[in-house]
């Protein structure tokens, strides 16, 4: 089908904003990003669209920070550990002491119904671990907190519309505002936008995948010790009426509720719905509606059936679809489902995750110079991005990418031309983990791999 096209004159826009960095997105990946430049010395401008920062933590409600062990030992440190410890001081985080963090059913039974536990485990009952439940408007505190005190120089309320690039090289980017376009220039830009908009409309070359999405709710008026206590007497029951309401919803975990640090709060991370495409307005419309329709009905059989949930009531839906995946960069090097298998570390390792590394040039576009990107967007399969792709490692890729933009700034060399040991030794001068010190039962990459085998 031939689209009709509209040629548009060229617009005239004021500069808003001059920084070193800019970075496009206030997602987990952009806060981590932004205050971690900021702190380096940098000028830091911070874009969002929304009212709020925190993204899919705040805004799409995914409110469990998982995938940050490997057996006993914490992986993923750093921005997401301030985070932690900034909202277990409000009330707002729970996290299981290391003495619970084990594998029985007393301590299942205690903490399992906060989704702190080990999902890549098969055993049942699956292992305590360390992982936090947390309240999303807490996380907005926070992220407003860290960046307030990092300096960064914040724009919400602004949409990233067209990228500024000269000669192959990025200088900043438009904005979309209810004042019209604005311009903001800087050295490098950072995109953490989710689905590499800045990248795409760059010219960086990417792939196009899609996921299943989840437009998460929260329920209110919830007894919860009833429903466990109904849980734990008759689990047979039990399962049965989770089947139902699950199959009402289309699509869910297997533990399709859990609870918050807000007492009778419980969020739902469901329906999952599959074949709608996160970057076309026409398809999240479309989900939008068919998830608010499983909602209605599932929590009225949940109400009508669920001990425990007979005055539960609809208390919010998330603002933000939650888009598992839709582009991914085709940087200069693509991690492939293999890497993510058979934890394979590399020589520029910049950040990790559970078990898995991220090379520096996984966050770096080929043709575009000065732009680095962090997030579920970064350079990987699609197989590979769907094991790799949980907030707490995102945060971490963010971290490293606004700690190279400090270091091409403050050396005035191209982002590509950043060493990544010199990002190494930053991360961990900013208490994270680049992971370049590999677990015992890491791989070691052939640094001699060429494009032509990496899978794409």
Not at 14 to 31: I, T
Not at 194 to 215: E, N, W
Not at 330 to 356: K, L, N, Q, S
Not at 358 to 365: A, D
Request: proline residues 6%; contains cysteine; charged residues 25%.
């Amino acid at each position: 089908m031939n689209e009709r096209t509209l040629e548009l004159s060229a617009i005239d826009c004021p500069v808003v904003a001059e920084s070193d960095v800019v970075v496009v997105g206030g997602g987990p990946a952009g806060v981590a990003a932004a205050v971690s430049a900021a702190r380096s010395g940098v000028s830091v401008t911070l874009l969002e669209r929304y009212p709020a920062l925190g993204g899919l933590a705040s805004g799409g409600m995914v409110l469990v920070l998982d995938d940050m062990i490997n057996g006993s030992e914490i992986t993923v440190t750093g921005i997401v550990s301030e985070y932690v410890e900034r909202l277990q001081r409000i009330g707002l985080a729970v996290l299981p002491p290391e003495e619970d963090r084990i594998a029985s059913t007393e301590m299942w039974n205690r903490w399992g119904r906060f989704g702190t536990f080990d999902f890549h485990t098969a055993s049942n009952p699956k292992p305590i671990c360390y992982a936090v439940a947390f309240d999303p408007d807490g996380w907005k505190r926070v992220s407003n907190d860290l960046v307030r005190e990092a300096g960064v120089d914040l724009r919400l309320h602004s949409w990233f519309s067209r990228p500024i690039v000269e000669d192959g090289r990025m200088r900043g980017v438009v904005a979309e505002t209810k004042s019209g376009p604005q311009a903001v220039r800087a050295d490098v830009v950072i995109d953490t936008t989710g689905d590499i908009d800045v990248a795409a409309r760059a010219g960086a070359p990417y792939i196009k995948d899609s996921y299943i999405t989840t437009l998460v709710f929260r329920l209110g008026g919830v007894d919860t010790a009833a429903a466990e206590a109904f849980e734990q007497a008759h689990p047979r029951e039990a399962r049965a009426l989770n089947k139902a309401i699950k199959r009402a919803l289309g699509g869910a975990w297997e533990l399709w509720w859990l609870k918050t640090p807000i007492p009778g709060v419980v969020w739902c991370n469901a329906p999952h719905m599959a074949g709608f495409d996160g970057t076309d307005p026409v398809s999240l419309t479309q989900a939008e509606f068919a998830a608010r329709d499983k909602i209605a009905e599932a929590v009225e059989l949940t109400r009508r059936t669920l001990p425990g949930f007979e005055h539960c009531y609809v208390l919010d839906v998330a603002d933000q679809m939650g888009v598992r995946q839709s582009r991914l960069l085709e940087g200069e090097y693509v991690v492939t489902v293999d890497d993510v298998r058979e934890r394979r570390h590399f020589a520029d390792t910049v950040a990790r995750g559970r078990d898995y590394y991220y090379p520096y040039r996984s966050l770096l576009p080929k043709r575009v110079d000065q732009l680095l990107v962090a997030g579920r967007h970064y350079s990987a399969t699609p197989q590979a991005q769907k094991m790799s792709r949980e907030i707490p490692p995102c945060m971490a890729m963010g971290q490293a990418a606004g700690l190279a933009a400090a270091i091409a700034v403050d050396e005035q060399i191209t982002v590509r031309e950043v060493d990544p040991v010199d990002i190494q030794k930053q991360m961990r001068k900013h208490g994270a983990d680049p992971g370049d010190v590999p677990s015992a039962n890491a791989g070691i990459a052939n640094p001699d791999t060429t494009e032509s085998e990496v899978e794409h």
